[in-house]
């Protein structure tokens, strides 16, 4: 049973889903706005790093005017002495512009960090407090492509881009003070060809900020398809499926390869045009210099300094048309990134939710009514108490509403109608946090972290020593066959718990959840997936687990809910019957139904021993369950509604199941 999708589809589902398709336009003006911001926290160092960059441009500047003055003074009049005077000017420049590199250089990689942490770390904590319904509807890879891909876009404008970008005006400004005061008739030819280059890139621009927004989407697709294929690989071996996995990748790759085509085909017509007026500028001051040259009225070695500061000034200008690639593409980006950031939380505190006092454990379902999705209800009409310190079991079919049931009480979600009391407070009314660390859950299908065996158990309660760990580990059965491990407590378990078994997975979940010591304690189908014997053990040490504290059990597997103090049978989202075991029996309703499909081909072992030993009441001891293994293993191979060999009743085990009813 799914926990985070409310029991509704899994991985397959999502394939094909436009999740990448929302329909939000934001001004460049308002993107660039909230960039600055991240930015301004920064600004005593992004201040050092523009003074560096100013002088950086300034210094620049200096050696075409060096140059003309080597020509038309020194180099003329055959001054030795100035020209070497000249020499050691450009060597202290050059040592200057060193230093002034360096410097430059620091500040930036730094400022970019800086900006890439704060900018990552709020995308995450946002993250952290959406709702689990926000994750159901999207595909992890088009998530993770948001906070690396799209970032990394983000920070490479911010830093060096938008820096690069102020250089680059900076040293037009320059350029065209410099050029103004050497000779203002011929600067306003040079200068002829700009108006051009603006208009062309603002209508151009629009252009180009749909193209760039389109590849942001590809990427994601890309990323979301390769987590997805790596995720399910060994289903794809299982099933013989890679060739039609290649196939689906292939169509995603392509269209991110096209939608990349098309940006660098958009802006390929751009960088030329501006190449052209570029030889455009140049033909002039040479055309209109060189008349002036040979009609006396300038100088070769202002000549030279134009065409240097001329060949300069398109620098920038191809630099800042590159600039104009990037801001739309860090754009496009930006608002994927900020789209995360403005979603609205779903579950969040009150501004005077209270701390959650020490929980004895009293839940309360109060006239409740829940859907995920507006006219399709998952929970209609549900009314249920539980008492403090007893066991709870919901059973019924898939779809049923039982997951929901849990993402309610963990507060996932928040009902539509209604609500959910725990000793008196409304969940809505407390700090969420506080609450949480009060609870555990151990899920069908455990999730273990990247870390050694140690730190997932550790997990539950960080503050835990060693020796707890053991103790809990002992408790649930999971210490043999971790110390039996090459490292044992210290061995590393790898990402998702890929080198352990599903048994020995779920044998740390459990482990985990112990050392929380929750007051409310939920098991979410926790012996579904797992071997005959592994589930002897844990049904042994969820005895020992759900003893003085609240619990919940969700359960397909009747067998494992008949000591229950209390059994509620939920069916299209109602609770249609509840009560123990023996009298959800006698009814005759769902419950009994269930029941009799499950064990259709076994007889009633309430009959047929009404009277159990203590010793058969607290369940076997795991040497006796080496001994049952035999029965259970014929249990497993027909199955429970077997007709072969098999198919009769396995002794040890549901005849222990029915003594402690």
């Known amino acids: 049973m799914g926990f985070h999708g409310g029991g509704r589809g899994g991985r397959w589902?999502?394939?094909?889903?436009?999740?990448?398709?929302?329909?939000?336009?934001?001004?460049?003006?308002?993107?660039?706005?909230?960039?600055?911001?991240?930015?301004?926290?920064?600004?005593?160092?992004?201040?050092?790093?523009?003074?560096?960059?100013?002088?950086?441009?300034?210094?620049?500047?200096?050696?075409?005017?060096?140059?003309?003055?080597?020509?038309?003074?020194?180099?003329?009049?055959?001054?030795?002495?100035?020209?070497?005077?000249?020499?050691?000017?450009?060597?202290?420049?050059?040592?200057?512009?060193?230093?002034?590199?360096?410097?430059?250089?620091?500040?930036?990689?730094?400022?970019?960090?800086?900006?890439?942490?704060?900018?990552?770390?709020?995308?995450?904590?946002?993250?952290?407090?959406?709702?689990?319904?926000?994750?159901?509807?999207r595909e992890v890879g088009s998530v993770v492509s948001r906070a690396t891909n799209d970032i990394d876009r983000i920070i490479s404008l911010v830093s060096s881009g938008v820096l690069s970008a102020i250089s680059n005006v900076i040293t037009l400004v320059g350029i065209i003070g410099i050029m103004v005061w050497m000779n203002p008739w011929l600067s306003a030819i040079s200068f002829s060809v700009v108006p051009l280059i603006i208009i062309f890139a603002y209508v151009w621009g629009k252009r180009v900020r749909r193209v760039y927004r389109e590849t942001r989407k590809t990427i994601a697709s890309v990323s979301a398809k390769i987590e997805e294929s790596v995720s399910g690989m060994k289903e794809i071996h299982a099933y013989s499926r890679e060739r039609e996995s290649r196939q689906e990748f292939q169509e995603v790759n392509v269209s991110n390869m096209q939608a990349n085509v098309t940006a660098s085909r958009t802006m390929s017509a751009f960088m030329p045009l501006v190449s052209a007026f570029s030889a455009i500028g140049n033909f002039l001051v040479l055309w209109f210099g060189g008349q002036a040259v040979m009609n006396g009225t300038?100088?070769?070695?202002?000549?030279?300094?134009?065409?240097?500061?001329?060949?300069?000034?398109?620098?920038?200008?191809?630099?800042?048309?590159?600039?104009?690639?990037?801001?739309?593409?860090?754009?496009?980006?930006?608002?994927?990134?900020?789209?995360?950031?403005?979603?609205?939380?779903?579950?969040?505190?009150?501004?005077?939710?209270?701390?959650?006092?020490?929980?004895?454990?009293?839940?309360?379902?109060?006239?409740?009514?829940?859907?995920?999705?507006?006219?399709?209800?998952?929970?209609?009409?549900?009314?249920?108490?539980?008492?403090?310190?007893?066991?709870?079991?919901?059973?019924?079919?898939?779809?049923?509403?039982?997951?929901?049931?849990?993402?309610?009480?963990?507060?996932?979600?928040?009902?539509?109608?209604?609500?959910?009391?725990?000793?008196?407070?409304?969940?809505?009314?407390?700090?969420?946090?506080?609450?949480?660390?009060?609870?555990?859950?151990?899920?069908?299908?455990?999730?273990?972290?990247?870390?050694?065996?140690?730190?997932?158990?550790?997990?539950?309660?960080?503050?835990?020593?060693?020796?707890?760990?053991?103790?809990?580990?002992?408790?649930?059965?999971?210490?043999?066959?971790?110390?039996?491990?090459?490292?044992?407590?210290?061995?590393?378990?790898?990402?998702?718990?890929?080198?352990?078994?599903?048994?020995?997975?779920?044998?740390?979940?459990?482990?985990?959840?112990?050392?929380?010591?929750?007051?409310?304690?939920?098991?979410?189908?926790?012996?579904?997936?797992?071997?005959?014997?592994?589930?002897?053990?844990?049904k042994e040490a969820m005895e020992k687990m759900l003893q003085n504290r609240t619990s919940i059990v969700i359960a397909h597997r009747l067998s494992t809910v008949r000591n229950a103090d209390m059994i509620v049978a939920l069916q299209n989202g109602r609770i249609v019957e509840k009560g123990t075991h023996a009298e959800l029996l006698t009814h005759g309703g769902l419950y009994k139904k269930l029941y009799d499909m499950q064990f259709k081909y076994e007889p009633d072992e309430e009959e047929e021993e009404p009277e159990a030993s203590p010793e058969r009441t607290r369940g076997p001891s795991t040497p006796e369950m080496r001994e049952q293994m035999a029965g259970m293993r014929g249990m497993r191979g027909g199955g429970r509604g077997s007709h072969g060999s098999q198919g009769g009743r396995p002794a040890a085990k549901d005849s222990d199941d029915d003594s402690k009813s």
């Open 298 to 538: 300038l100088t070769v070695g202002v000549l030279f300094a134009f065409m240097s500061y001329m060949n300069r000034f398109f620098w920038p200008i191809q630099s800042l048309s590159g600039f104009w690639n990037e801001v739309q593409s860090a754009f496009a980006a930006a608002e994927r990134v900020f789209h995360i950031m403005d979603t609205e939380i779903e579950v969040s505190e009150k501004p005077d939710a209270v701390v959650m006092p020490p929980i004895e454990g009293r839940i309360t379902y109060e006239g409740m009514n829940f859907s995920y999705e507006d006219g399709i209800p998952v929970l209609s009409d549900i009314d249920l108490v539980i008492e403090p310190n007893t066991t709870v079991a919901l059973v019924g079919p898939t779809g049923a509403g039982k997951t929901t049931m849990i993402n309610l009480l963990y507060r996932f979600y928040d009902p539509q109608e209604g609500r959910i009391t725990v000793d008196g407070y409304d969940l809505r009314d407390v700090k969420i946090e506080n609450y949480r660390k009060q609870m555990a859950i151990v899920l069908q299908d455990p999730f273990l972290f990247a870390g050694t065996v140690k730190d997932n158990i550790k997990y539950g309660n960080m503050e835990a020593s060693d020796e707890r760990v053991i103790e809990v580990s002992k408790a649930v059965g999971a210490h043999d066959f971790i110390m039996k491990m090459s490292d044992g407590y210290d061995t590393e378990v790898r990402e998702r718990g890929s080198r352990l078994s599903m048994g020995q997975r779920q044998l740390i979940s459990l482990a985990r959840a112990l050392i929380a010591d929750p007051r409310i304690l939920i098991m979410d189908e926790a012996t579904s997936s797992i071997d005959a014997y592994t589930e002897l053990i844990i």
């Open 13 to 137: 589902h999502r394939r094909g889903a436009p999740q990448e398709d929302y329909d939000r336009q934001v001004s460049d003006g308002e993107l660039a706005r909230r960039l600055l911001q991240f930015t301004w926290k920064l600004r005593v160092k992004a201040l050092m790093l523009g003074l560096t960059m100013l002088a950086s441009t300034a210094v620049g500047l200096i050696p075409p005017y060096l140059f003309s003055l080597a020509i038309d003074k020194y180099i003329v009049d055959l001054d030795v002495a100035g020209l070497s005077t000249l020499a050691i000017a450009f060597a202290a420049i050059t040592a200057v512009t060193y230093v002034i590199s360096y410097a430059h250089t620091y500040l930036l990689a730094w400022l970019g960090g800086r900006l890439e942490y704060d900018l990552r770390m709020d995308l995450f904590q946002h993250l952290q407090r959406l709702s689990i319904g926000y994750y159901a509807k």
